[in-house]
Nanobody, 111 residues
Framework: VQLVESGGGLVQPGGSLRLSCAAS????????MKWFRQAPEKERELVAI????????HLEPSVKGRFTISRDNDKNTVTLQMDSLKPEDTAVYYC?????WGQGTQVTVSS
C-alpha cells in the first residue's frame, strides 16, 4: 500500500488549498479513506472520512462547512478541499486507510 499526499503549502487566513492523496497497492473503492492532521506539540486528530463508494462522508466539527472531502475511484485519489482557512488549521495533513499512512503534507496558514 502506498499513499502519497500533495497540495500543501503556505496560505493566508481565509484562503484555500486542495490536498490530494494518490493511493495504490489495494482495491481503492473497497475502503474508507481518512484525512488526519497533526499540529506542532499536539496529538494527531481526525479531520474527515469518506466511504468507499463516496456516499458516506464525515467531517469533524472544527472543519465542517469549510472543508470538503471527495474521492475519484477511477483515479484512486482522495481530495480534501480546504476553504476559509484559519491559523489553527496549520498542521501536517496525512492521508490514511486501514492501518496505512502517507508521509504527510505541511499546511501553514499565516499572514
Amino acid at each position: 500500500v502506498q499513499l502519497v499526499e500533495s497540495g500543501g503549502g503556505l496560505v493566508q487566513p481565509g484562503g484555500s488549498l486542495r490536498l490530494s492523496c494518490a493511493a495504490s497497492g489495494f482495491t481503492f473503492s473497497r475502503y474508507d479513506m481518512k484525512w488526519f492532521r497533526q499540529a506542532p506539540e499536539k496529538e494527531r486528530e481526525l479531520v474527515a472520512i469518506i466511504g468507499g463508494a463516496g456516499r458516506y462522508k464525515h467531517l469533524e466539527p472544527s472543519v465542517k462547512g469549510r472543508f470538503t472531502i471527495s474521492r475519484d475511484n477511477d483515479k484512486n485519489t482522495v481530495t480534501l478541499q480546504m476553504d476559509s482557512l484559519k491559523p489553527e488549521d496549520t498542521a501536517v495533513y496525512y492521508c490514511s486507510t486501514q492501518n496505512y499512512w502517507g508521509q504527510g503534507t505541511q499546511v501553514t496558514v499565516s499572514s
